[in-house]
């Protein structure tokens, strides 16, 4: 009777232990991923930086700078052409005036450049014509000629106006002033107003004239 107690205990003792070796090779199971669950493992992919932003690779920022450096230039440039100001026309003309000078022996030679004063039509029977030398005084000579006659010959400049009335044909009377020299100085700086019988200024001019050189003026004098 003894037995059968005894052969109970070995029984139930097998049975737990079949028990915790499968429960115990479940959790093995799971863990090296042989469960039913499973475990999902995703693919790696290597990054990699661009080139142009790696630390051994700086051609980037070098064609950067160099743009920059241009468009820095070129607004210099800009500013450097509106700061040099705006000339104005005797300027320019002084300038041009000066480049077509021609040295000779250590002294300058002024160009023999002529001047046109323009046409005019008027019913007076002679024009006034007043002149002097707007400059320091050197000796500046003039000659006036009408139609290629010399009306006022030897005119030495002075500062202050000299006043000549010259009495007009019909038709086209040319008026002619014709520099005799460039005084001590030079050039011939002569100015000049011409009006009419009745007070009237047909023109004026100033100018800075070579030996040789002439200013003309038309006046047609109606019937």
């Known amino acids: 009777m003894k037995i059968i107690p005894t052969l109970v205990i070995i029984f139930l003792c097998s ?11 479940s959790v093995n199971g799971k863990k090296k991923g042989n ?19 790696g630390f051994d690779n700086n051609n ?6 160099k743009e920059q450096q241009k468009e820095l230039q070129k607004k210099q440039a800009q500013r450097d052409l509106e700061n040099k100001g705006i000339l104005t026309k005797a300027k320019i003309a002084e300038e041009q005036y000066l480049k077509s000078f021609k040295q000779i022996n250590g002294m300058y030679q002024y160009p023999v450049i002529d001047q046109d004063l323009g046409s005019f039509s008027t019913k007076s029977k002679s024009v006034n014509i007043i002149c002097r030398d707007y400059q320091y ?19 030495i400049l002075r500062q202050r106006y000299q006043s000549f009335n010259i009495p007009l044909d019909k038709g086209i009377n040319t008026i002619k002033i014709v520099a005799l020299n460039q005084g001590t100085s030079g050039p011939n700086t002569a100015a000049f107003k011409i009006y009419n ?4 200024l047909i023109s004026s001019n100033e100018w800075n004239l070579a030996t040789g050189a002439k200013a003309t003026i038309i006046v047609a004098k109606e019937q």
């Open 15 to 25: 049975v737990t232990s079949n028990v915790l070796a499968q429960m115990d090779g």
């Open 35 to 53: 469960s039913a669950f499973g475990v999902i493992t995703a693919p790696v992919k290597e990054v990699k930086k661009p080139k142009a932003l």
């Open 60 to 65: 980037g920022f070098k064609t950067a700078h």
């Open 137 to 155: 005084p050197d000796g500046d000579k003039v000659t006036i000629y009408i139609n290629d006659v010399p009306v006022v010959s030897n005119l």
């Open 197 to 200: 019988d009745a007070g009237i």
